[in-house]
C-alpha cells in the first residue's frame, strides 16, 4: 500500500500572506489533485496535475498557484491569503483513466488571522 | 457546469433501521460520468466506499448498495441495517473526463445510535 502525507497539518497565516502546502505521494500515482472543503460543504477542486511539471485548473483556481517538480510531490500556494479561506485543504492522487478511486491525504487546515 | 446535490445532514438513525442517503447529479460536460460514495469515519481520512462507472449498475461494500440510474440521475447509498460503525460522514461523487476530476456532494453526516 502507499500514503499521501501533507505538510503542515495546521497552518496559521497572516492576511495577505504568502503560504505553501505540501503534499508527498508513494504510490506512483501520475495524477494529483488539490481540494478545499469549507466547513459543512463538499470538496471542490483547486488544481490537478496529470504528470510531472503538469497543471490544470479546477474551479477554484483563482488566488492560487500549484507546482509538481516532481512525480511524488504536489505543491499548493496561497498567493495571498484572505480571511474568507479558513479551510482544509486535501491532496489526493490517483491512476490515469476513469474511473478510478482516488486516495486522499489527512489535509491541512488553514487559518487566517 | 457538473454538480451533485445530497441528503441534508444531519442524520441520526436507530441501530438496526435502514437508511438512505439521496443523491442525484447534474452532468453536462460527459454523458456518462463515473459516480462514487467517500466517507471519512471519525478521526479517519476521506477513502472510497463504492463506485459505479456503468450506467444501470449496482455497487456495493460493507453493506452499502447504490445503484447508478441515468433516468433520474441519482445514485442513493442505502443499507438495510445499519450499525454504530457506520457513524461518518458520507460524499456523493461524480467523476468526469480521463483525469477523474471530482465533484463532490456537501455530505451528509451519520450518526446511529445504539
Known amino acids: 500500500g502507499g500514503i499521501i502525507t501533507q505538510t503542515p497539518k495546521f497552518l496559521i497565516g497572516q492576511e495577505g500572506q504568502k503560504l505553501t502546502l505540501k503534499c508527498q505521494q508513494n504510490?506512483?500515482?501520475?495524477?494529483m489533485y488539490w481540494y478545499r472543503q469549507d466547513s459543512g460543504k463538499g470538496l471542490r477542486l483547486i488544481y490537478y496535475?496529470?504528470?510531472?511539471?503538469?497543471?490544470q485548473k479546477g474551479d477554484l483556481s483563482e488566488g492560487y498557484d500549484a507546482s509538481r517538480e516532481k512525480k511524488s510531490s504536489f505543491s499548493l500556494t496561497v498567493t495571498s491569503a484572505q480571511k474568507n479561506e479558513m479551510a482544509v485543504f486535501l491532496c489526493?492522487?490517483?491512476?490515469?483513466?476513469?474511473?478510478?478511486?482516488?486516495?486522499f491525504g489527512p489535509g491541512t487546515r488553514l487559518t487566517v488571522l | 457546469g457538473d454538480s451533485v446535490t445530497q441528503t441534508e445532514g444531519p442524520v441520526t438513525v436507530s441501530e438496526s433501521e435502514s437508511l438512505i442517503i439521496n443523491c442525484t447529479y447534474s452532468?453536462?460536460?460527459?454523458?456518462?460520468?463515473?459516480l462514487f460514495w467517500y466517507v471519512r469515519y471519525p478521526g479517519e481520512g476521506l477513502q472510497l466506499l463504492l463506485k459505479?462507472?456503468?450506467?444501470?449498475q449496482k455497487g456495493s461494500s460493507r453493506g452499502f448498495e447504490a445503484t447508478y440510474n441515468k433516468e433520474t440521475t441519482s445514485f442513493h447509498l442505502q443499507k438495510a441495517s445499519v450499525q454504530e460503525s457506520d457513524s461518518a460522514v458520507y460524499y456523493c461523487?461524480?467523476?468526469?473526463?480521463?483525469?477523474?476530476?471530482?465533484?463532490f456532494g456537501s455530505g451528509t453526516k451519520l450518526t446511529v445510535e445504539p
Open positions: 489526493a492522487s490517483s491512476i490515469v483513466g476513469q474511473g478510478y478511486e482516488q486516495y
Open positions: 504510490f506512483n500515482h501520475d495524477t
Open positions: 496535475s496529470i504528470t510531472e511539471n503538469d497543471l
Open positions: 452532468a453536462t460536460s460527459i454523458a456518462y460520468p463515473n
Open positions: 459505479v462507472i456503468t450506467a444501470g
Open positions: 461523487a461524480l467523476g468526469e473526463s480521463n483525469y477523474n476530476v471530482l465533484y
